[in-house]
């Protein structure tokens, strides 16, 4: 202010003609209305600015940057049903009859905030089920996926998340589907796209008998054995057969929302966790330094569709080499306003098993009650070797994802199952 007053010409840009007034007036970009006691009264801004520690800040200019550092796959993820190369999109989905189905997947689609009238004509839903044989297809469709007439891609994501169940009950849904989708990629030229769970270490680095030993554990979640050996046999099947080549097996991180939308999946664990430690207050310190594997999901969906309609499979595995350590997802948590404490392993364990027993079966960890003592157990090795050596900075999309996610998922101190 002090340039400006001893600054003649900006001085004299002042005008005269303000009723009742005596001296200058200058045009700041406020908004105020006159009260009948002739005092002032602010109202707002006729643009965008606001003021930041004495500087005057243009939020559209702030916006188009950010979305100028965004990539167009980051701004919206690739969707199959607006590929040119795509003329139809069959999704296998639970119901009664076909348009039960089709219902369920289109109201999914709406609260996920991607869905336009315009996909309906190439999109077909078949009623089925995971854990039936031949994923309870009538023999003409199930017959389909293997004479390479009508399906070129066949995308598998379907399982149950469950983490109490045991192998036994999951293995229909979660194992056998998987064997039975290999079938017509071996009895034709099908690309078989399978996508697994998110890992705790980079899959290039683990041996299969080091995690079969690890999952043995009688602590091991069914929901992750079943997983592992539905992973397992796709890679051997891909390496001993020439026409299952063209699979390939996607090993995405924690999967978060997109940074605009952020839409999330609110039973997965990282936000239960995440709801259970705003509740108490505190994160695990132990692990501040710990990577964190994280996966937006239009990354992901451009990942795997790119996999999809590529010409030849290059490898049987795409991996995710995003994330960001402990530190910085708690860190954006509170920039969002929550506090967060970072107490050591005893503390922040004894906190939460306080609140999970004091809220028991509708405390969101209550079900994964027994995952938060393998945690601490394991805070010596959270770290695979390749996502030690992290890249540059955190990419600004995968910020904004976590952001996005949680503010989606309106993690509360009252959040609970």
Not at 22 to 47: F, S
Not at 82 to 90: A, L, P, T, W
Not at 319 to 327: A, K, P
Request: charged share 25%; aromatic share 8%.
């Amino acid at each position: 202010m002090a340039a400006f007053i001893e600054d003649p010409d900006w001085l004299l840009q002042g005008s005269h003609s303000q009723p009742g007034r005596h001296g200058r007036l200058y045009k700041t970009g406020d908004l105020a209305q006159y009260n009948e006691d002739g005092r002032l009264t602010y109202v707002g801004r006729k643009d965008s600015q606001v003021k930041i520690r004495g500087q005057r800040v243009e939020l559209g200019e702030v916006e188009h940057y950010v979305r100028e550092s965004l990539t167009t796959e980051v701004r919206q993820g690739p969707r199959l049903l607006e590929h040119h190369d795509v003329g139809c999109v069959v999704a296998l989905v639970r119901g009664e009859t076909e348009d039960a189905a089709r219902r369920r997947t289109i109201d999914g689609a709406v609260k996920a905030l991607w869905w336009s009238n315009c996909y309906a004509e190439k999109l077909e839903v078949w009623p089925g089920d995971l854990s039936l044989p031949r994923l309870g297809l009538e023999p003409v469709r199930w017959n389909s996926l293997g004479d390479g007439k009508m399906v070129d891609v066949i995308i598998h994501n379907g399982a149950t998340v469950h983490w109490v169940e045991s192998y036994a009950a999951l293995e229909a849904t979660n194992v056998s589907s998987t064997m039975e989708l290999l079938q017509p990629s071996l009895a034709s030229h099908v690309r078989f796209i399978y996508i697994t769970g998110g890992r705790r270490w980079d899959s290039r680095e683990e041996r299969e008998e080091d995690v079969a030993k690890e999952l043995s554990a009688t602590n091991a979640t069914g929901y992750s054995q079943t997983k592992f050996v539905a992973e397992a046999v796709v890679k051997r099947a891909a390496r001993r057969s020439v026409s299952i080549s063209r699979s390939t097996v996607v090993s995405p991180g924690l999967v978060i929302g997109t940074p605009t939308e952020g839409v999330t999946n609110a039973d997965d664990y990282i936000w239960r966790l995440t709801a259970a430690c705003i509740r108490v207050g505190a994160y695990n310190a132990n692990e501040a330094d710990a990577w964190l594997s994280l996966s937006d999901v239009a990354t992901t969906a451009t990942t795997v569709v790119d996999a999809g309609l590529a010409a030849e499979a290059e490898t049987i595995e795409a991996h995710f080499m995003d994330g960001m350590t402990c530190r910085e997802f708690w860190e954006i948590l509170g920039e969002l306003g929550y506090r967060l404490e970072a107490k050591c392993s005893a503390g922040w364990l004894a906190a939460l098993r306080a609140d999970i027993e004091a809220g028991r079966e509708i405390h969101a960890l209550w079900p994964l009650a027994h995952m938060l003592s393998n945690r601490v157990a394991q805070e010596g090795a959270l770290l695979a070797g390749s996502w030690r050596e992290k890249r540059g900075d955190t990419p600004l999309r995968l910020k904004m994802g976590v952001r996005r996610s949680a503010e989606f998922r309106r993690v509360s101190t009252h959040a609970c199952g």
